[in-house]
């Protein structure tokens, strides 16, 4: 016993001295030696002992890193020593864990990360940032990985009975040399990821809750240092273990739930605080939590806060730190908005939440207006640039814009103007091309009317940072015509009309935005393409939008030749509609949109040509003429049953002898054998119905485009004016259209002997005229000008050489010939009378027709043709007379009418006795 006392003696002297008793220096493996024998020797000395192998293993590091540096070696057998020290402790460790564990945890993790920190600069050891590099350096150093083994092995068997004394250390040497002490925390926390994230998250909550002594829920790095370490610790342990994160900051937080005690009403704000620190943190917190918040959470929540003083009394600081947990939110943040509307705007919650959720909303959208319009610059250079400004919550938020705008078209009630502003502040973030994609989503897809003051505040707020988005948007809305649906392609075009048609109505209100209607008139040409679509509704609501669509002055010719060709074809296609509402209607929408067309220099002129061509053309003969088949029009029913065509027939060469100016064109009636020429088909009422309607249709649009002011009559009638150079054209046309044979088409009427030279052209312009009774209106339109009738005059005088024919030739037996016959033989004295080329006996002679005889109309006819003859229409010979153009006749003429016109009314007395004083009036 004596012997080990000395021993025992002589040991600490050593330790002491540094030296033996000859005064010998130890060296370090010898003082090392001396140290650990004292340590298990004698316990007094335990605190200078591990102090000292604190050196061992420090100089242990100094020499791996001075020969990993190449400077050459140390010659000391230190590893021995490190290797002995590692057996004396675990056999410590092992014999009494509840008394060293404790002791050799806190002196190894101080340890790791005192030498961390030391060495942190040396040349070779790796940046704080690359942990893997840190671990493969250190873990390859016997005195570190030696260290690193007692730290884990200490915990292993702490782990049962008191794992805080170990946690607390590696937080409280966290907090002392953080950021190179991470790797070690990263790899204690990789060997016990579930007791070290418990326990680190416990003590956290536990200092979180001791430092609010001043009654503030807002923790700082200075006030609670140990939070920085903390967040430090479970942000190395996201990579590998975010569910054992997440489930450890579920259970944390359902443990607070209805709680009273001061660590269950801190868990929330604590939870928060963590967020704001650690955006990996944030990511599980937004991503897990939405599912954890049922109504029933939310309510024991509500009531938790409504019974803690100190929620209430700090409320302001908490809704701003949820404000910016939630601007600041990446992934999920768009699940993390669909659930706070559906608190805000739902009613499944109770009132208290909905409103604390309202106010969230509320206030987040002033934090995100804050945010994008407080950038520093341009805002619409910024908005296109990444950069510090980034709002994180708008940028993943654009991930799910199509999302969000299909919300938004669904919403009702406060969630539409939430979602509106929203998607305002996300277009202001991500740019112009991102706002004009969420507009023109918006007004293509948008189906109720009641949004539409949603989508004109979402554009105007858009127009602050970017003035051209609605012309952006319209442009990719009209690219959408072309390759959508039936269906969409009409809701696009009714969203448009709607859109459009307020502009209109309210202009005054519209003048703070740009025009929808003003961004559609550079895409006429794209609306005109859909008035071809095979759905007639979709190219009734297309017109109906271009007629509130203004066109543009500096709109180029082709454009609107274009325009005109299109709306024209249209007409024709509607005219073969049978719905007459739907019909009539929308001829109204396309013969204002041509009257407008009408005003621009050069189009009024291609309108009337390709209306006049359309109208005339075979495709078109079933829309003017009751008679006319489908067959008709078909080439094949020219043919006979033996395949020889009749027109060729009378075409060829030999069948006849062809007389210079004579009239002996012979032309069959049949092919022998085969019967007669075929009748007309029975009258059919219906069509005849139609042929009408679509004859006053088709005047309508002529006069209108005709006019030189609108006129408050849409028929035709005498209150609409048309200028002497449409009146020219119009009849230039006609004739050209209507007369194809220019031989013998002079102004002056020729002699009754001579048209039996011109029997063909006269029967195929009557023919015309028969089956295309509009073209009355027409004549009508241009007598009205009166200067531009001598164009006509081969329409004229052909059609009555005809009707000369008729009369004289005794077939006024069958009715309904005589019928047609006294149709034409008065619509052609009306024009004549119309146009002034009649004196005034003669004007009032459509009146008499219907009570004259066969023979006294040939008389009568024969008389005006005599006069015209006579008095030819020439536009020189008109004069202006009390404000109206009048032509001069020869007296002799008049007389001779006068008096023929007499003899008439002598003999028909009886039937036109109510006539003569108009006629003949009493001069007094």
């Known amino acids: 016993m004596e012997l080990e006392r000395k021993e025992m003696l002589k040991n600490i002297h050593a330790f002491i001295k540094g030296a033996n008793r000859d005064n010998h220096k130890l060296t370090l493996e010898e003082h090392a030696q001396c140290a650990l024998e004292l340590l298990q020797t ?70 790791l990360g005192r030498i961390s920190s030391n060495y942190a600069n040396r040349r070779g050891v790796p940046h704080s940032s690359s942990l893997n590099e840190q671990l493969q350096l250190w873990m390859s150093c016997k005195g570190m990985r030696t260290l690193m083994e007692l730290s884990s092995h200490c915990i292993s068997v702490m782990i049962d009975s008191c794992p805080d004394a170990c946690v607390n250390a590696i937080i409280d040497t966290s907090v002392k040399h953080s950021p190179h002490f991470d790797w070690v925390v990263a790899h204690i926390g990789s060997c016990f990821p579930t007791t070290i994230i418990n326990r680190v998250l416990s003590l956290g909550l536990k200092d979180f809750c001791n430092s609010q ?57 604590f939870l928060l ?19 954890a918040l049922t109504p029933e959470v939310l309510g024991q929540l509500a009531e938790q806060f409504q019974k803690s003083v100190i929620l209430q009394r700090d409320k302001d600081t908490l809704l701003m730190l949820v404000i910016h947990l939630v601007s600041k939110s990446g992934k999920g943040a768009y699940r993390l908005i669909s659930f706070m509307l559906d608190i805000g705007g739902g009613d ?40 510090s400004s980034e709002v994180p919550l708008l940028s993943e938020l654009q991930k799910h814009t199509s999302a969000l705008c299909d919300d938004f078209l669904r919403a009702s009630g406060k969630r539409v103007n939430w979602l509106q502003r929203f998607l305002a502040m996300l277009a202001l973030h991500c740019g112009e091309e991102s706002a004009s994609d969420i507009l023109s989503y918006v007004l293509v897809n948008i189906s109720e009317k009641d949004k539409l003051s949603a989508v004109l505040a979402l554009q105007a707020e858009m127009e602050v940072a970017f003035p051209s988005v609605m012309s952006q948007a319209v442009q990719k809305s009209c690219n959408k015509l072309t390759s959508s649906s039936p269906e969409q392609t009409l809701q696009i075009l009714n969203n448009m009309y709607a859109v459009v048609n307020s502009e209109v109505q309210s202009p005054a209100r519209q003048k703070a935005r740009v025009m929808l209607g003003a961004c559609l008139s550079d895409h006429l040409s794209t609306l005109a393409s859909q008035l071809y679509h095979p759905d007639l509704t979709i190219a009734v609501k297309c017109i109906a939008l271009m007629n509130l669509v203004t066109v543009k002055d500096s709109c180029d010719l082709s454009m609107l030749h274009s325009l005109s060709h299109s709306v024209v074809d249209f007409v024709f296609i509607l005219l073969s509609c049978q719905d007459h509402f739907l019909k009539s209607k929308t001829l109204t929408d396309c013969k204002d949109y041509l009257q407008k067309l009408s005003k621009k220099p050069l189009t009024k002129f291609v309108i009337l040509r390709s209306l006049l061509e359309n109208a005339l053309n075979k495709s078109n003969l079933q829309l003017f003429d009751a008679s006319a088949n489908a067959s008709d029009i078909n080439e094949k029913t020219l043919v006979s049953s033996e395949g020889k065509s009749l027109l060729l027939e009378n075409q060829r060469k030999g069948l006849s002898v062809v007389v210079p100016k004579g009239g002996l064109s012979v032309f069959h009636a049949g092919i022998i054998g085969k019967g007669p020429r075929q009748g007309m088909t029975q009258e059919n009422t219906e069509k005849e119905t139609d042929v009408l309607v679509n004859c006053q249709l088709l005047s309508q649009i002529i006069c209108a485009c005709c006019l030189e002011k609108t006129s408050p009559s849409s028929s035709v009638s005498k209150n609409w004016t048309c200028d002497a150079e449409t009146g020219s054209y119009l009849a230039g046309v006609l004739v050209e259209l209507v007369c194809p044979d220019v031989t013998f088409t002079g102004v002056l009427w020729p002699e009754e002997e001579l048209t039996r030279l011109t029997i063909e052209r006269d029967l195929h312009i009557r023919m015309m005229l028969d089956k295309h009774l509009f073209l009355w209106d027409v004549l009508s339109i241009i007598a009205e000008t009166q200067t531009a009738m001598h164009i006509c005059s081969v329409i004229l005088y052909g059609t009555m050489s005809t009707l000369l024919a008729f009369w004289d030739s005794g077939r006024c037996n069958v009715p309904r010939e005589k019928n047609k016959a006294i149709y034409t033989t008065s619509q052609l004295l009306d024009v004549l009378a119309r146009a002034g080329l009649l004196p005034p006996p003669l004007k009032y002679s459509p009146l008499m027709l219907s009570e004259l005889s066969e023979g006294d109309i040939h008389l009568l006819l024969s008389t005006i043709w005599s006069f015209m003859k006579e008095n030819p229409p020439r536009a020189d010979e008109f004069q202006m007379v009390d404000g109206k153009l009048q032509k001069s006749f020869l007296p002799e003429s008049t007389n001779r009418v006068s008096n023929i016109l007499h003899a008439l009314f002598q003999k028909n007395i009886a039937k036109l006795g109510y006539l003569y004083p108009k006629v003949f009036p009493v001069v007094r």
């Open 42 to 111: 004698v316990p007094a000395t335990r605190p200078a002992t591990l102090e000292y192998l604190c050196h061992v293993f420090d100089e242990s590091v100094n020499s791996y890193l001075f020969e990993m540096e190449g400077k050459g070696t140390t010659g000391n057998k230190i590893e021995e020593v490190i290797s002995e020290t590692h057996q004396v402790l675990k056999r410590f460790i092992d014999k009494n864990p509840k008394g060293w564990a404790p002791i050799i945890s806190t002196w190894s993790i101080e340890l």
């Open 348 to 387: 499944q919650v109770q009132t208290e939440v909905q409103q604390a959720c309202s106010l969230i909303l509320d206030l987040l959208i002033l934090e995100l207006q804050r945010c994008v319009y407080g950038r520093t610059g341009s805002l619409v250079t910024k908005a296109t640039t990444a950069g």
């Open 213 to 269: 002594s001043g009654g503030h829920l807002v923790a700082t790095e200075i006030k609670v240092p140990k939070m920085v370490s903390v967040v430090s610790i479970l942000g190395h342990l996201a990579s590998q273990h975010s569910s054992d994160i997440r489930d450890a900051l579920l259970q944390l937080f359902r443990e607070s739930l209805g709680g009273v005690s001061e660590q269950q009403v801190y868990t929330v704000p």
């Open 273 to 291: 605080q963590l967020s704001t620190m650690s955006p990996v943190l944030l990511k599980t917190i937004t991503d897990d939590f939405i599912f």
